[in-house]
């Protein structure tokens, strides 16, 4: 380790040199929390509200001091005026403890508007469409009514709370059509009049002054926001990543500005001059809105390239370049279901955060095997030294209060399992949520944290081997059998010697998409072992790993589970054609809608009203077996009843011959505008044993009304009768130029056989090196020097072999402080083995065994 420390302090060193931009070297090396003492621990952001809240430093230092490190904000682009005293906190603390690490908390993807913005330029941030201005505006302090040709896109109540306005950038028209930045003013909006077509706004905010517009020849669009980050607060801006984001007359783009702030706060006379560096709270690979100003959301996609997520990894790149080796950066890695969302900073970034994990409402841990892999493949392909952490938390909506949340009231066992978790993918951790208050003023640690009563960081130790995966050692259920004929979907597969590649028929296809079929399951465990890797997608930087989602199922074909294999609409009298976004028709895909407290994997569907009145719909293929049929929900928006007059669901079929279909038959129409889930089934019979494409419409109806007609496809899937089901398990993996093993743990399988339907991003082939399965829970062991730790994450009880795990060694349990868990952790010694209850891990302490330098 010593060697280690001092080779890295050289080369952070020589960097330092080398750069000679006022950048302090950093010396991550030097960091306890990156040394080799499990479990490896810090404070999250209440050191930040203790900071705030704080009359006295030393007590605020001890209190902190305990643990390797803290987290918090020390800026104020969230909330401004919240972090007066942090930077002095935070920079002293450093000072005082150069071995924690001090990590600044910052929102990646937007900001406060009134939060030194001075050197942006209105084409630095991302906005909503655009309408245009009908009537004269006056260059006139105080509020406006300004009629447009449509109103409809401007919110008010809006926001977290549902009690945020708009803000508003009004725009003259270049000659090229685009927003025309040097004649920009930004509003607030004060209200709406839809039926007149006018909105209210408050002039010249956000350090602009009240300009004058010509009706025809000038425009208004919301910016894109987020938040706001508490009920006092702001919305925030989001930053225009884009690839093509407008520069300002000096000839920066946003990335730049960013970049510059955040090397002059971090400068050696900057206001986090001591601190280690920082993680970004959210950075979103997607954006949603209009990003080179031509007035229409584009998504920040251009010609099918998600020019927007590119941009973000340019700015990883500089802030990597300008900030230098030992400067830690870190980001979300989990935003949303499965975190497609997430930036794609491997080889720049030093890890990811885990908010709530697996994710931030999943304690009862269905997505066990996408967290795993999100860690494990940062882990390999993060910029030394790889610092990735679980900040512990799960939360629950407030019954009855927009954007507030509670922490789900769990068994201490939840808590212990992902606390084991980290252990196995070498993570650190924090935990928002806290264990049962101990002594009065003092935060309380979990006992899984410090050993206990006896109160030790880092007494687990070294770990002495990799985690151990018990089912590894089970037999392969697939052993010698001929993958090729299991591999299907609109896939050509070949052999490259001991591995197969499999690439997609059409090359312009968005996606890879194929299916492990048939795959044997024995009993209700299930575990497969796959080992993936990729070329990269075209038109990409190399370092952007492909997102992949995998769903595990049986019994059923989920037609819901990936994105539509193609969307479309259709104007009366007109031919199908490609969705037009001008015209307001819309498909999507939502890993989970929620209607009436049920969330359901869904489709929606939105008909065009804009250019002319239709339908919108959406195909997916799929084998029907015999006595088979097909099952859906249909549902309607929220504010559905009282304005829309329904939507016609109708579902068509046809068979496929290779990639061709013939003709289509209507096999299901309804209408509805209830805003409830409403399940419907339709027999396949006449289809048995054929490929099908299903067509999915949703069409305003015969009066042609299509207002407020957000239509919602739930939980499609084809169930065969017989041999019992597997429910759909998602989870995801990412794909990169190396071969990485990824897990899939299905814990409840009810069919005989279990079908893995994987979807990588991009057309490019993807090899498939190793694949195995095995009949049994996915538990896992990991052995350190003074301790062991066990999980299960199934829905029953598993024993762990502790003489096989750990020969020659003993071990005992915690002893819980006041508040935690007695029971698990009672102090009593183990015996060999040692039963876990479902979805339930253990921290044991080494009594004797071998010899071990430091802590019994």
């Not at 150069?98 to 209105?122: I, K, M």
């Not at 407030?398 to 066992?413: I, Y």
């Amino acid at each position: 380790m010593m060697r280690w420390t001092l080779l890295w302090t050289g080369v952070v060193a020589m960097a330092a040199a080398a750069r000679g931009d006022g950048i302090p070297a950093r010396d991550p090396g030097r960091l306890s929390l990156l040394g080799a003492e499990y479990p490896r621990v810090f404070f999250f952001r209440g050191a930040e509200g203790a900071a705030r809240r704080a009359t006295d430093y030393e007590a605020w230092d001890a209190e902190h001091a305990r643990l390797m490190g803290i987290m918090g904000k020390c800026l104020d682009e969230e909330i401004v005026g919240h972090t007066a005293r942090n930077p002095e906190y935070f920079n002293r603390f450093k000072e005082r403890h150069p071995s924690q690490a001090v990590l600044l908390h910052f929102n990646g993807n937007s900001r406060d508007p009134r939060y030194e913005t001075g050197t942006y330029f209105p084409g630095h941030w991302v906005y909503r469409r655009a309408t245009r201005i009908l009537a004269d505006v006056p260059a006139a302090a105080g509020e406006t009514d300004i009629r447009v040709e449509d109103a409809s896109d401007f919110q008010t109540g809006a926001g977290r709370y549902r009690t945020s306005n708009d803000d508003i950038a009004l725009f003259g028209v270049t000659p090229g059509g685009t927003h025309d930045w040097a004649h920009c003013e930004q509003v607030q909006l004060v209200s709406v009049d839809a039926k007149a077509g006018t909105i209210r706004v408050r002039r010249g905010c956000y350090g602009t002054k009240p300009l004058a517009f010509k009706a025809g020849a000038a425009r208004a669009a919301a910016h894109a926001v987020e938040g706001p980050w508490g009920k006092t607060n702001h919305l925030l801006w989001f930053y225009n990543y884009a690839t093509h984001c407008p520069r300002d007359p000096q000839g920066k783009t946003c990335t730049d500005r960013l970049v510059d702030d955040l090397a002059r706060w971090f400068a050696p006379d900057g206001i986090l001059g001591r601190l280690d560096g920082m993680e970004f709270d959210v950075l979103f690979n997607v954006t949603h809105g209009d990003t080179d100003g031509d007035g229409v959301e584009d998504d920040g996609v251009v010609d099918g390239i998600n020019r927007y997520g590119i941009g973000v990894f340019g700015f990883a790149r500089q802030l990597r370049e300008r900030m230098g080796e030992g400067f830690i950066l870190q980001a979300d890695g989990a935003l949303g279901p499965g975190g497609q969302r997430s930036q794609r900073a491997f080889g720049l970034f030093n890890g990811i955060e885990s908010e709530g994990w697996p994710n931030l409402n999943d304690w009862d841990f269905k997505d066990w095997s996408g967290g795993l892999n999100r860690h494990l493949f940062w882990q390999a392909h993060a910029r030394a030294p790889a610092f990735s952490y679980f900040n512990h938390k799960w939360v629950e909506g407030v019954p009855g209060k927009p954007g507030e949340t509670q922490n789900a009231d769990v068994p201490f066992s939840r808590h212990r399992l992902s606390f084991a978790a980290a252990q196995f993918v070498d993570a650190m951790v924090c935990a928002a949520y806290a264990p049962p208050r101990g002594k009065r003023g003092v935060t309380p640690l979990w006992d899984e944290f410090v050993q206990g009563a006896e109160n030790r960081p880092g007494w687990l130790g070294r770990p002495e081997a990799p985690p151990v995966r018990l089912a590894a050692a089970t037999p392969d259920l697939l052993a010698g059998a001929d993958l090729s004929a299991r591999i299907r979907g609109a896939v050509a597969v070949s052999r490259q010697g001991a591995a197969w590649v499999v690439s997609a028929r059409d090359p312009a296809a968005a996606d890879l998409s194929f299916t492990l079929a048939d795959l044997p399951a024995r009993g209700s465990n299930l575990t497969v072992l796959l080992t993936l890797r990729g070329e990269p997608m075209k038109g990409y930087p190399d370092g952007m790993a492909r997102f992949a989602e995998v769903v595990a199922s049986g019994g059923e074909a989920g037609l819901v589970d990936r994105v539509p294999d193609s969307t479309g609409m259709q104007l009366r009298g007109a031919e199908e054609t490609a969705i037009d976004r001008g015209s307001g028709a819309s498909v999507r895909r939502a890993v989970a809608h929620d209607i009436g407290g049920r969330g359901l994997p869904a489709i929606h569907a939105h008909p065009p009203y804009k250019t002319g009145r239709g339908s919108a719909f959406w195909t997916r293929d799929a084998d029907v077996p015999a006595g088979a049929e097909l099952r859906f929900e249909m549902g309607m928006s929220e504010k559905a009843p009282e304005r829309s007059d329904g939507v016609w669901f109708q579902v068509w079929a046809a068979p496929l011959v290779g990639a061709t279909p013939g003709a289509f038959v209507k096999l299901f129409e309804a209408a509805s505008k209830e805003h409830r889930w409403i399940p419907q089934v339709v027999p396949l019979g006449d289809w048995a044993g054929k490929r099908v494409r299903f067509k999915f419409v949703a069409d305003c109806g015969p009066k042609d009304n299509a207002t407020t007609d957000h239509a919602s496809w739930g939980d499609v899937k084809v169930v065969r009768s017989g041999g019992g089901t597997t429910r759909p398990v998602r989870m995801m993996t990412w794909v990169g130029a190396r071969d990485f093993q990824s897990s899939y743990f299905v814990r409840e399988a009810g069919s005989t056989t279990v079908d893995l339907a994987v979807t990588v991003e991009g057309a490019a082939p993807v090899t498939i090196a190793a694949v195995s399965a095995h009949a049994a829970p996915d538990a896992m062991a990991r052995v350190f020097e003074r301790g062991l730790v066990l999980a299960n994450p199934s829905l029953a009880p598993v024993t762990f072999d502790l003489k096989s795990l750990s020969p020659g060694r003993t071990y005992r349990r915690l002893r819980a402080t006041a508040g935690q868990d007695a029971e698990a952790n009672n102090g009593a010694p183990v015996g060999d083995t040692v039963t876990l209850g479902e979805r339930d891990a253990l921290f044991l302490v080494r009594t004797a065994g071998g010899t071990t330098p430091g802590r019994p």
